[in-house]
């Protein structure tokens, strides 16, 4: 089992930024992808970013140029920056750790991002 430990959400005003932060520990595989989803109230669950162990990166059309994805140097934590945040982004942050073929699914808890307008 995989355990993941998220920080660094809050409120903030439009146009600012927040760093998002997600440590994984427990039985960690060398080929992984982590990465962050998010789900807004009524809504269903949608990927933001995710990033593979070999550093390739998927972004949600809605958040490129915006968000930046990037991994620790241990491999074991991820990180989401975000910019120019619009309320819109108003949601409950997940991390996200699998394997490539989504068998070794592993959620964090959620961090609660707030955009005000």
């Known amino acids: 089992q995989v355990q993941l430990v998220e920080s660094g959400g809050g409120l903030v005003q439009a146009g600012g930024s927040l760093r998002l932060s997600c440590a994984a520990s427990?039985?960690?595989?060398?080929?992984?992808?982590m990465g962050w989803y998010r789900q807004a109230p009524g809504k269903q669950r949608e990927l933001v970013a995710t990033m593979t162990s070999g550093g390739t990166t998927t972004y949600a059309d809605s958040v490129k140029g915006r968000f930046t994805i990037s991994r620790g140097n241990a491999k074991n934590t991820v990180y989401l920056q975000m910019n120019s945040l619009k309320p819109e982004d108003t949601a409950v942050y997940y991390c996200?750790?699998?394997?490539?073929?989504?068998?070794?699914?592993?959620w964090g808890q959620g961090t609660q991002v707030t955009v005000s307008s």
């Open positions: 427990g039985r960690l595989l060398s080929i992984n992808v």
């Open positions: 996200r750790y699998s394997d490539f073929y989504d068998s070794y699914e592993h």
